[in-house]
């Protein structure tokens, strides 16, 4: 008997792509012989859009790459700016912006969780990771003024200083955050048929993770301890205590299992950088037109997915000559069909969520 | 213990299914924005100066402005924000000296067309004359979205 | 309250006689009435058990579900009915159209045979049969084909591996579902539902049984796709599985099957293993109907509370679980009740 493989258009328009990927799968049966990855359905052109814009308006585009983690999105490209200008940021504006930008990482894990949950079959994990969401995003929207794409940072500083009311409301949000966590892992995690199904599934193994520069849980899920904010300490994040958290394997559960782990973390990060926030000026002096001197600066950020980098390069004028971004979703992905190969269709929704990519960040 | 895992999450969903529920009934209720929510646009006539710096501050070249010298003074005749642009990034509102151009709470900008979702803030003749008062004039209408429907001027992308 | 359907039964028959009709047309007459009765029935159950899924999962997951159609949203299954009818039926290039739009229509077929002998209530069955649990098992592996065929016909790579899975999916988990009831047919060495029921007088077969009732609900679940069985639709892998082309009232029918076999599931686990109408307690003030409707939409809570709190297990993971646990231990569970029963008669109690 003759058999055959045939391939499988996965997306653009498929539910658990998160967003318009595509992957055109050869299979046999029900088994992927060979996995396709494409990208660039969403692809806007913001880093050539940039080049149209003064300093400060590109602020805005970039929270429209990774729009699960906004403010992580700013905080690498105005970090760039002001390396390029050599502004020391002010204390206070950066104590507020390690609190947005781990309360965005929160969001952003909660939509990884909550989505996975919701690739592998458990729609209730999605609603309750969507339920506490809101209210994280409401602490943002207190904030910022907006709930998802905050273009809250400024070069040399943030918009506005954190008003009165978030205080407390931060405080309740921390204190409700690990009682959100152990319903995740009650519901999801420990559930015996999620761990059958991601437990041994997509194992990257540390060198691979390391040779096709994986960054963030999805690297540290195999066991690599690199995180930028222990690294390389940006920011105030050497006056933070707070742990990694490291898989095993590098398996999709692994890579599951750190996003929640990490939540607990940010919210300890938080928690301390709300004591430890000292009063003062949250933007630093910085000229009406900024016009950084001629040449290049790149910096990077630990953001939700992984590390991502900003390179200006400046020409002097007050519009930068060109932007690149690294983007941590789009440079994971670059594993994906090597990961994919041998298992089930399910298992490649399975790798691919366990990955979490953001569409917007993948495609720019 | 194998089950264990799945008792548990049987527990959790029976508990959730007798808690309080966290949704809001939105038509029939509806929250508070936040005091910095970035709602639809408000301009002071009165404030402003039309010296246009909100337009230039803008990334999507989403304002619009027409403006006539009146008396040694700018004044402003025009202004059409195309919200179908607009990014509610707030550099606009941020850039405004005199606190003219404003965020207010009103979310629902959602149009049946897509021309009508611009917003019209300021259209309105100059005053003829100097010697007549201003002062008449300027309690000029700020025309809300839904009067804007018809006269959104036809614009170049 | 005990006998009102079948008063209503007998006086309608009363009437056709007084009439002068045959007997031979009054029965016929009689069996039509009794499955007009049954698909209204189980229109009306499907289309509320579309609510009940709604509000149960909505309520799981701290929402509060449809809310704006009628009294508490009660409406909201009609709407969406009307808004389904009004669609239009797509038909996708290069499909086996017969079959296409046949299997919509056909899919309703094997419920509505499956409940002509489901006991309602006391002596509330349309037909009688003595070899009902054989006959019920027969239609009930129906279905497969049809889903089978709706994927097949679709033309479309996500219909057809659904198709597959539902054909490899129901196989087998048939197994299990019947080797499950064979150790409630030992002890009533029966195949008639009443006298099963009857048999349950004393004890309930969940109790004698409850190996073979988890088996059987595991099975069942699986047997109507439901979550953590859910391969055959699988809307994160394959879209839709067999219903991916399906459109308008041709979704709609697939759909409401669907609920249609969940209440199958749920009133043959009454039958079999919760005493069927029988009154537990000697409660038997409330009509034996209503207990047959309180038990089954008990069991289709538990199938509702398990939907949505579980992931779905991958598709070798549901063949390995159904051959290598499912079946041996229902073999298992045969064996140990035919030894229980040896020792029960050597006892002689």
């Keep these: 008997m003759k058999t055959q493989t045939y391939s499988l258009n996965l997306g653009p328009q498929h539910p658990s792509t998160h967003g318009v990927f595509r992957i055109i799968l050869e299979l046999d049966g029900e088994t992927v012989v060979k996995a396709t990855p494409v990208p660039g359905y969403l692809h806007r052109g913001i880093e050539k859009l940039a080049e149209a814009r003064t300093y400060t308006q590109v602020i805005p585009y970039t929270d429209r790459m990774d729009y699960l983690a906004g403010m992580l999105m700013n905080w690498g490209y105005v970090q760039a700016v002001e390396k390029l200008m050599g502004i020391e940021v002010p204390e206070r504006a950066e104590y507020i912006r390690v609190i947005v930008g781990e309360l965005s990482r929160i969001a952003s894990h909660m939509i990884a969780t909550g989505a996975y949950g919701g690739d592998i079959g458990a729609l209730t994990a999605f609603t309750y990771t969507f339920r506490d969401r809101e209210y994280c995003i409401d602490l943002l929207e207190m904030v910022s003024g907006s709930r998802m794409t905050f273009s809250y940072f400024r070069v040399g500083g943030v918009a506005d200083d954190l008003p009165g009311e978030f205080y407390p409301a931060a405080r309740k949000f921390l204190a409700d955050l690990p009682g959100m966590c152990d319903e995740y892992d009650g519901l999801i995690t420990g559930n015996e048929i999620f761990q059958a199904r991601t437990k041994h599934v997509g194992v990257i193994t540390p060198e691979m993770g390391i040779n096709y520069s994986l960054s963030g849980p999805t690297l540290r899920g195999s066991g690599v301890n690199y995180d930028l904010r222990k690294v390389r300490p940006y920011s105030v994040y050497d006056r933070l205590n707070f742990e990694v958290p490291l898989g095993k394997n590098g398996d999709c559960f692994d890579r599951f299992r750190i996003r929640i782990e990490e939540m607990r973390q940010c919210g300890k990060i938080i928690q301390q950088a709300l004591d430890q926030i000292p009063e003062g000026s949250i933007q630093a002096k910085v000229p009406k037109v900024i016009k950084p001197p001629v040449g290049d600066a790149y910096a990077e950020v630990e953001s939700s997915k992984g590390v991502y980098g900003c390179y200006l390069v400046s020409d002097g004028s007050p519009k930068p000559y060109r932007v690149h971004f690294r983007r941590p979703s789009f440079i994971n992905l670059g594993y994906l069909a090597k990961l994919c190969e041998g298992w089930k269709i399910a298992d490649v929704i399975a790798i691919l969520g366990s990955i979490d990519i953001v569409l917007g960040e993948v495609d720019c | ?157 | 309250m005990e006998n009102i359907f079948i008063g209503i039964a007998s006086s309608l028959r009363g009437f056709f006689s007084g009439l002068g009709v045959p007997d031979l047309y009054n029965d016929i007459i009689m069996l039509v009435v009794k499955l007009v009765s049954i698909l209204v029935f189980i229109l009306v159950n499907a289309l509320w058990l579309v609510y009940m899924e709604r509000r149960v999962c909505a309520f799981m997951q701290s929402r509060l579900g449809p809310i704006h159609v009628g009294p508490k949203g009660l409406l909201q299954s009609f709407a969406d009915i009307g808004k389904l009818l009004g669609k239009e039926i797509i038909l996708p290039k290069g499909i086996d159209l017969v079959v296409f739009l046949l299997m919509p229509v056909l899919i309703f077929v094997p419920p509505l045979l499956i409940y002509a002998v489901i006991p309602f209530g006391k002596d509330m069955v349309a037909v009688d049969m003595n070899i009902g649990v054989f006959y019920l098992l027969a239609v009930a592996s129906l279905s497969t084909i049809l889903f089978w065929a709706a994927g097949w016909s679709s033309n479309n790579k996500y219909s057809l591996i659904g198709g597959m899975r539902s054909v490899a999916q129901m196989v087998s988990y048939e197994l299990p579902l019947i080797l499950a009831l064979l150790g409630v047919i030992m002890l009533t060495g029966t195949l008639n539902i009443n006298q099963i029921v009857n048999a349950q007088n004393g004890i309930w077969f969940i109790l004698t049984q409850p190996i073979a009732f988890l088996i059987y609900f595991i099975a069942g679940v699986a047997e109507t796709n439901r979550t953590p069985f859910c391969l055959v639709e699988g809307e994160s892998e394959i879209i839709a599985g067999p219903y991916t082309e399906y459109s308008g009232m041709g979704f709609a029918m697939f759909f409401l099957a669907e609920y249609a076999n969940v209440m199958i599931i749920s009133a043959m686990c009454t039958v079999m293993f919760l005493g069927g109408w029988l009154a537990p307690f000697g409660l038997d003030f409330i009509p034996s109907w209503l207990w047959f409707f309180l038990k089954m939409y008990v069991m289709i809570f538990i199938f509702m509370w398990v939907r949505w709190t579980y992931p779905r297990i991958r598709v070798d993971q549901l063949m390995g679980f159904g051959w290598k646990v499912l079946v041996p231990l229902s073999l298992a569970n045969i064996f140990v009740t035919g030894v229980g029963m040896y020792i029960y008669r050597a006892i002689g109690w």
């Design chain 2, 1 to 157: 213990m194998f089950g264990q895992g799945l008792i548990k999450g049987l527990q959790i969903t029976w508990g959730r299914l007798l808690d309080k529920k966290h949704t809001v009934k939105y038509p029939y209720e509806k929250i508070e924005m936040f005091p910095r929510f970035h709602g639809r646009f408000e301009l002071d006539v009165e404030k402003c100066i039309a010296c246009g710096l909100c337009a230039n501050a803008c990334p999507n070249k989403v304002i619009e402005m027409e403006k006539e010298k009146v008396d040694k003074k700018q004044f402003l005749t025009k202004y059409v924000m195309r919200i179908e642009y607009c990014l509610f990034c707030g550099l606009c509102v941020e850039s405004c000296n005199k606190d003219a151009l404003k965020f207010t709470n009103v979310l629902d900008m959602n149009q049946y067309r897509r021309s009508w979702v611009r917003l019209s803030l300021v259209d309105r003749p100059a005053p003829e004359a100097a010697e007549e008062a201003p002062k008449e004039e300027t309690p000029a209408k700020t025309v809300k979205v839904e009067a804007a429907a018809g006269q959104a001027p036809v614009k170049e992308g």
